[in-house]
């Protein structure tokens, strides 16, 4: 006869199982903490030593950089846009027609630059006094002159009575070519040199030419009229 069991036994069977089941549930065992261990002071000054270093040389560099770039760009001569640079003054016979219109002077404020007339009687003695870059453009009968004084450097404006220029600030005087005829100035003006080509005319300001030496006197003119200052000295 078949083993007939009371629903009181199968819930206590059911029972018995669910726990031995159980029983092999995985136990969570803690492992111990870690021991601290403190930072080496060594270690950590070498390392904040080298972040100071390598920000301080970033640092540097990044200025260097700069100050570089900075220089270039003043220094590096751009075509056509200024002092410093190739000034293209235009035609030969423009040139001359504006030294007239001046009434002997023409400036030209971009290159801080006076250009006026060189005599062609003058040019055999020119020859045997000035350079063959400053001879490109007396040649061809024009000097370019900087506009700043040699002895402390003001800019030197032009005297159409005495048709010399003339220093407002200590009496430097020259003339026409900038020759020095009085005055505290260690020289004559300086100069820039020129590039006649094709009938037109280019002034090199990105190259000072030191001007003639005192008792440098090519052309022989002399005072044409009032001067506009007196030769001074300090």
Known sequence: MPDVASG????????????????????????PPAP????????MGVTRRQFFNRGLITFFGLGLSGFGAATLAFLWPKLGVGFG????????QSVHAKIDDGDGFAYYPEGRTWVT???????????????PAELAG?????????????????RV??????????????????????????????????????DIGEGRVAVDTGVIITGPPIGTNTTGQEAEGPHCVGAGSE
């Open 36 to 43: 601290f261990v403190p930072p080496d002071p060594e270690t």
């Open 85 to 92: 640079s190739v000034i293209n003054l235009g035609s030969i």
């Open 157 to 194: 404006p032009e005297c159409k009575s005495s048709q010399w220029f003339e220093c407002q600030c200590h009496g430097s005087q020259y003339n026409q070519v900038g020759e020095k005829k009085g005055g505290p100035a260690p020289r004559g003006m300086d100069r820039f040199p020129m």
């Open 117 to 131: 007339q060189y005599p062609q009687a003058a040019l055999a003695t020119a020859r045997r006094v000035y350079s």
């Open 8 to 31: 009181r036994e199968i819930e206590h069977r059911a029972e018995i199982e669910r726990l031995s089941h159980g029983s092999g549930m995985a136990t969570l065992v803690r492992a």
């Open 138 to 154: 007396m040649e061809a009968g024009l000097v370019a002159l900087y506009q700043k004084c040699p002895h402390l450097g003001c």
